[in-house]
C-alpha cells in the first residue's frame, strides 16, 4: 500500500468515526481538529492551484497566430473564472477556521442550530443549516423571478 493509499485510507477511517460520534458530542474537540485539518488541506490544495496558475498566465507569450491567440484568450477566460471561484472558496475557509477558533463552527448563522455533521462533511465551509440554506435558495429564487417580470 502507498503512502498515498495509507493517507487516504486513515483519513476515511477518521471521518467514519467522527460520522459514527453520537449527536451529543457534537462539535467536540475531536471533530474540531478534523474540520479544521481537512479545511487547511483544502486551503494549502487551492492556494497550490492558483500559483501554478499564476505561472502559466505569465510565462505565456504572444503567438503571432492569431487563432492562437483567441484559443488562450479562451482559456484564460475561464482560467480567471476558476480563480475567481477558487480566491471566493479561500475568503470561506478563512472565515470556516476563524469561526473553529471561536467556537461558533458547526453552527447555523440564522438560526443557531448545528448544521449537521453530514453536512460539514459534504461542505465543510458551511454557515447554514439545510433549512436556512433552502430559505435563503428560495428567497433568491424568488427575487430573481421577480427581477424578470
Not at 479545511?39 to 490544495?45: F, I, N, Q, V, Y
Request: with cysteine; glycine share 2%.
Amino acid at each position: 500500500m502507498s503512502m498515498q493509499e495509507q493517507s487516504e485510507s486513515a483519513e476515511k477511517a477518521w471521518e467514519a468515526k467522527i460520522l459514527a460520534m453520537p449527536a451529543s458530542d457534537y462539535m467536540n474537540a475531536e471533530q474540531l481538529r478534523f474540520f479544521r485539518q481537512r479545511l487547511l488541506a483544502e486551503r494549502a490544495e487551492i492556494e497550490t492551484h492558483l500559483k501554478e496558475m499564476k505561472e502559466v498566465i505569465a510565462s505565456h507569450e504572444r503567438d503571432s497566430d492569431e487563432s492562437d491567440q483567441a484559443s488562450f484568450e479562451e482559456e484564460l477566460r475561464l482560467a480567471l473564472r476558476q480563480a475567481d471561484r477558487e480566491s471566493r472558496l479561500l475568503n470561506n475557509i478563512e472565515a470556516a477556521l476563524k469561526r473553529i477558533d471561536s467556537g461558533e463552527y458547526g453552527y447555523c448563522e440564522e438560526t443557531g442550530e448545528p448544521i449537521g455533521i453530514p453536512r460539514l462533511m459534504f461542505r465543510p465551509t458551511a454557515k447554514l443549516c439545510i433549512e436556512a440554506k433552502e430559505r435563503q435558495e428560495q428567497q433568491e429564487h424568488h427575487y430573481r423571478k421577480a427581477r424578470w417580470e
